[in-house]
Structures are given as structure tokens and as C-alpha cells.
């Protein structure tokens, strides 16, 4: 029988060394429903709860149409969900309109997408430069040298002016993670970040991922079918049929 | 929006235009093609009303010309002194700031060929400017050339090549042959008004009274006085000299009309907005094109319109975007538009076209210049509207799995 975890604070989460026990992303009891052409309601998500810290590197698991993508979507306050939270520092979402989310994802969200979603006839410090164009201040001002500097980290210094179909996937995906980081994201979230990649590429830049991550204190938020891209994550959720279970009793 | 939110939708819409520089040209081109086409066609419209409005002042004085004339109801005019004298009163009595005598006469000029009676028009100084009389040499006459000894005329160039044509630099001379012959300056020589002209020549009025000369028979016209007032107050100004002046000389019949071409509206107002409204849908042509154009693009950019909606763009940033680029594309478009259609007025083929028979041409017009920028950046909002409506209606969850 299928157990429901309740990720209360502190019971998967990381704890800084400030003792800080605010959790960064709050959900509870998130469900999400659509209405599908033929007027049936589908639940993608059955009240899911979980806690995400600042510094956590977590892993969701789950078969094709669990609902992983949706999860993720709200956690990146680009869909809300149908009944229950999600807290954001805090700070209840739901009650944010439309652009005030824009204004929070763009400022403390990095997404990283399977099929890189890099722009196309955009170079790779183009590309890395596009979230900072919605940044304020000094960051916008000098999004050409943030820019640089993120694809120097991420060992494409040398390619900045290269055009993403001149890159392999490899660094596509490098491309795609300097472009995550470059506004210093406290929330990274990754859907299937080695999906288009072969196994030792797929590796190598999920290593590179959890490096910068980790370098930048903020949360990692991985989803993938890939038992070795869980497995660098601290803490291992499986997702079912729109439920969230801590991997280990998943296991059990 | 912030500074920096004007910025970046800025520097976006440019981004956007650097990389699909292909596809905007092919759609500019249509833009640029229409604005260039409206902006010709109202500018040279705007041209030749100009020019056409130079020759109908030449004629019959700038809107508002009011001209002033007496007829003996018995057949005899008599001294004309005392009406000329009332004529003086009524400008100043009015306090009217353009006005002079006209009085259509002849004087026997003596030419290298003999003596000729040159039909001759005795002016205020003020009828240069009134009548727009265009010299192709030398200067209109000033006040004080009233007061010169050797009177002062302006000649025709038919009167002025049948003289020799002299350099004016010398003050060439022309003898009246009156019974006691006088000395004339010639100081200016205006343009024949048709190719075939006999010699004509102006007179200020004072020195015509002062030499005296005699006109052939029938060649001295009554005097007429001509008035250059605002539109606004032609009418009241009418009746108020016509009831002026019959109470002075009531055996002359006063008469006093406005004579201008615009005195029964505008002639060339009709001929414009057929212009405009023909211009206007040459540019409602190149705003569908476009407008073609940015619909597609926008369906080929959800994906990238989906990805900056996940790194933070508002939907207003988006719509912005989307326009700016619109109107930013149009703009440039817009200003080539307008560098084509001056290039095309200035040709000197075009300006003959336009500007036939007048020497002051009209420059290019501003307006002309401004409506054609105006229509552009309209147009490229009109155009961006409707994409920009559609990208912010892109579901980024949709369309970051595109």
C-alpha cells in the first residue's frame, strides 16, 4: 500500500549553519486537475507535500505521465495549483498575479530543460544574456560581463560567440545551465537535464550542475528517469500516479 | 516600466531584428515602398498646391486680397487725386498692414528701337510682397525709392532684353519721353509672366506722380486700391470701405470684392484629400503585408516567446517586445520611406514637373515628412498589435514543450 510522505520541516530538508529552518519552497497538499477535451476531470497531482531548503539537492523520480512536469511547473510558479499552497519564502503564490510571479521566477528560479531550449541564430553569450534582460539595475547593466564570466564557469569561455547549433549537446546543455545560474537562482530546476545526452556526457554535466549549484547555495530541484542523475541528489522522491513519496520508503 | 524595463524591451527588439534581418528587410522593404510612396505622393502634392497657390497669388494677391475700385455711374472719372487721397485714409484708417495702389497704366519708355508705350503699374511698395512678384534680378522696390530723383522701375525681362541687358550693378538707365524727359533706374527685373510678353514695368506711385507721364489714350485705367488683411475680417472690412468711401464720392459707384484665389474656398483642398486618401491605401497595402508577416513569426516564436516567459519576461514585457519590435522595425523603415521620397521631390526633372512657372520653390515639406514617419511607426503598431495579443496569450507551459 502506497504511503504518503508528509516532508515536514527539517525531515528531508538541509538546515543552515544559521540554523535557518524557513523553508525556501512550501507545498501542501498540492493537487493539480485538468479538464480534458471530453469534459472528464484528470488529476495530475493528489496533494503533494514537500518542503525545499536552501543548499537541498533533491531528486524526483517517476514514470512518463506521473505528474513530474506539472510539479515542477508549479514549483517554477509557472502553473498554480488547483487546491492547496505553495509558499515561496513564505510568501503564499497564489495570491501573486500573473507578472509579480514573472517578476519572482525571473529573479529566483533557473529552469533547465531537456531539449535545452536554447534560442536559436543566438549566441551562446546571447543566450546566457536573455535573463538578465528582465533583471534590474546593476545586473542588467552588466548582463555582457555576467554572462561571460557564468560560460567561463562553465568552461565555454572560449566559445562565447558560438551559435547553439555549433555546439554538441554537451555543451548545449552547459549553455543551457550558464543561462539557468547567471542571475544566481535560489531555486534551480532541472526536467531531464541529461535526457538528450549520452550517459557520459549526461555525467559529467550533471556533475558540473551540482558543482555550481552547490558553489551558489541554492536549491537543486532535479527530475529525471535516470537512476545515476538521482543519485547525486541528497534526498530521492519517486513520484506516482500524482503522489510524492520519499524514495527510500518507495524502495521499502 | 522601469528604466531598465524600457532598455531591455529595446535592446530585445533590436536582438530580434540583427537576427532575423532576412525575414524584416523582406517585410521592411513593403513598409519602406508604401511610406516612400505616401510621403512623394503628399509631398508632391503639397508642392504643386504650393506652386499652383504662388501663381494664383502672382495673379490675384494672397487670401485675403480685398480690392477696392470707384466707377463714375455718369461715365466721367475726373480727378482721380481726391479718390487715391481717400484710398490713403482708408489704409490708415484701418490700420492695414499690406496695402497698395494699382493703377494699370502705360509709359513711353525709350528704347534702343525707339519709343515704346510699356504697359506699366503704378504699386505701393508693399505689392511685391502682396503679389509675390518674382525677380529673376536685382531687388523690389523700397520706400525710399519713392523719394529718388531718378525714379526707381522694375522691368519685365522682355522689357529688360529689348533694353540690352544691362548689368543692374551700373544702375542702367531708361528715359521716359515725356514732354520734359526723365531718367528712369532700372533696379529689378521679374520673371514674364508668359512667354510671349510685351515689355511691362512697375512704378511706385510717388514717382509716377512725379514724372508725370502720359499715358497713351485709353491706357489709364481707374485706380484701384488692394488690401491685404486677415481672412477673418475681409467681409467686415468690405462692407465697412464699400459704405466709407460711397459716402465720399457719391457719384462713383465703390466697389470692393475679395479677388484672391481662395475667395470661394479652397480650390486645391479636394485634389489633396484624393491625394491622401490614395496615399492612405497604398500604406494600408504595405500594413497588411507586414502584418502578414509578423503572424507568422509570431506562430515560429512561441517556443522562444515560452522560454523568456520562464526566465521572468511579464507578459507586458512580452507584449512590448513584441510591438516595439514592430514599431522599431517600421520606424527605420519609415525614415528610409521618407529618404527615398525627398530624393525623389528633389530631382530636378520632378521639381520642373511640379513647380512649372514659378521661381521660389517650395522646399519639401515637413509635414509631408512627419506624416510619413507617423503612418510608419502607426502602422508598425497597428501590425504589432495583433502578434503581440497572440504572444501574450502563448501558455509557457505549452510552448516551452513545443
Not at chain 1, 502506497?2 to 524557513?22: N, R
Not at chain 2, 502578414?292 to 522562444?304: C, G, H
Request: aromatic share 6%; glycine share 10%; charged share 20%.
Amino acid at each position: 500500500m502506497t504511503q504518503f510522505i508528509d516532508a515536514l520541516p527539517g525531515s528531508c530538508g538541509w538546515v543552515s549553519a544559521a540554523g535557518e529552518t524557513q523553508p525556501l519552497v512550501r507545498l501542501r497538499n498540492v493537487t493539480r486537475t485538468v479538464r480534458r477535451p471530453d469534459n472528464e476531470e484528470l488529476h495530475i497531482l493528489g496533494g503533494v507535500d514537500l518542503d525545499v531548503r536552501q543548499g537541498d539537492h533533491i531528486s524526483i523520480v517517476g514514470r512518463s505521465g506521473s505528474g513530474k512536469s506539472t510539479l515542477l511547473n508549479i514549483l517554477g510558479m509557472l502553473d498554480l495549483p488547483s487546491t492547496g499552497t505553495i509558499e515561496f519564502d513564505g510568501v503564499p503564490v497564489g495570491n501573486m498575479g500573473g507578472n509579480q510571479r514573472a517578476v519572482l521566477r525571473g529573479a529566483a528560479v533557473g529552469f533547465i530543460f531537456q531539449q535545452f531550449n536554447l534560442l536559436a541564430e543566438r549566441t551562446a553569450l546571447e543566450n546566457v544574456m536573455t535573463p538578465l534582460l528582465y533583471a534590474k539595475g546593476r545586473d542588467f547593466w552588466r548582463r555582457e560581463k555576467l554572462a561571460s564570466d557564468m560560460l567561463g564557469r562553465v568552461g565555454l569561455g572560449s566559445r562565447l560567440q558560438e551559435k547553439p547549433q555549433r555546439l554538441s549537446g554537451g555543451e548545449q546543455q552547459r549553455v543551457a545551465i550558464a543561462r539557468a545560474l547567471v542571475r544566481s537562482p535560489r531555486l534551480i530546476l532541472a526536467d531531464e537535464p541529461t535526457g538528450a545526452l549520452d550517459i557520459a556526457t549526461g555525467q559529467s554535466v550533471m556533475g558540473l550542475l551540482a558543482e555550481v549549484a552547490e558553489e551558489s547555495g541554492a536549491a537543486l530541484i532535479t527530475i529525471t528517469h535516470d537512476p545515476n542523475v538521482a543519485a547525486l541528489a541528497h534526498s530521492h522522491y519517486l513520484l506516482e500516479s500524482g503522489h510524492l513519496r520519499l524514495g527510500s520508503e518507495a524502495a521499502a | 516600466m522601469s528604466l531598465t524595463g524600457i532598455a531591455g524591451s529595446l535592446v530585445e527588439a533590436w536582438a530580434e531584428l540583427r537576427t532575423h534581418k532576412t525575414r524584416v528587410l523582406l517585410a521592411l522593404i513593403g513598409v519602406a515602398l508604401s511610406v516612400a510612396s505616401l510621403t512623394t505622393v503628399v509631398a508632391l502634392a503639397d508642392m504643386s498646391r504650393e506652386a499652383l497657390a504662388q501663381g494664383s497669388e502672382a495673379s490675384s494677391g494672397r487670401p485675403a486680397t480685398l480690392t477696392v475700385g470707384a466707377y463714375p455711374m455718369n461715365g466721367e472719372m475726373g480727378d482721380p487725386a481726391p479718390l487715391r487721397e481717400a484710398f490713403g485714409s482708408v489704409v490708415e484708417r484701418y490700420a492695414v498692414e499690406y496695402a497698395s495702389l494699382n493703377l494699370l497704366t502705360s509709359v513711353p519708355f525709350q528704347f534702343p528701337d525707339g519709343v515704346v508705350q510699356a504697359e506699366t503699374t503704378v504699386v505701393g511698395a508693399d505689392y511685391g510682397v502682396m503679389r509675390r512678384v518674382n525677380l529673376t534680378s536685382g531687388a523690389w522696390f523700397t520706400e525710399t525709392d519713392g523719394q529718388r530723383l531718378a525714379p526707381a522701375v522694375i522691368v519685365n525681362e522682355a522689357f529688360y532684353a529689348r533694353l540690352g541687358s544691362p548689368d543692374l550693378a551700373v544702375d542702367p538707365v531708361v528715359r521716359i519721353s515725356n514732354g520734359t524727359p526723365v531718367d528712369a533706374v532700372v533696379t529689378g527685373v521679374r520673371r514674364n509672366l508668359w512667354p510671349e510678353e510685351p515689355p511691362a514695368a512697375y512704378m511706385l506711385s510717388e514717382a509716377y506722380d512725379r514724372v508725370g507721364a502720359v499715358a497713351a489714350p485709353g491706357m489709364n485705367g481707374p485706380p484701384m486700391l488692394e488690401l491685404w488683411v486677415p481672412e477673418d475680417l475681409a467681409e467686415p472690412l468690405t462692407a465697412a470701405i464699400i459704405s466709407d468711401l460711397s459716402a465720399q464720392f457719391p457719384a462713383l459707384q465703390i466697389d470692393a470684392y475679395r479677388a484672391d484665389y481662395a475667395a470661394w474656398g479652397d480650390p486645391y483642398g479636394g485634389m489633396q484629400l484624393a491625394v491622401g486618401g490614395i496615399a492612405g491605401l497604398v500604406l494600408l497595402l504595405g500594413a497588411v503585408g507586414l502584418l502578414n508577416i509578423s503572424m507568422v513569426t509570431v506562430k515560429y516564436r512561441v517556443r522562444e516567446i515560452g522560454i523568456r516567459r520562464s526566465f521572468g519576461a511579464t507578459s507586458g514585457r512580452i507584449f512590448f517586445g513584441v510591438m516595439l519590435e514592430s514599431v522599431v522595425a517600421t520606424f527605420v523603415a519609415g525614415l528610409v520611406g521618407v529618404m527615398a521620397a525627398i530624393a525623389v521631390a528633389k530631382l530636378p526633372a520632378v521639381q520642373r514637373q511640379v513647380a512649372f512657372g514659378i521661381s521660389e520653390l517650395p522646399p519639401f515639406p515637413v509635414e509631408a515628412a512627419l506624416l510619413g514617419l507617423g503612418a510608419a511607426t502607426a502602422v508598425g503598431a497597428l501590425a504589432g498589435l495583433i502578434p503581440a495579443v497572440v504572444a501574450v496569450r502563448v501558455k509557457v507551459i505549452d510552448a516551452i514543450r513545443f
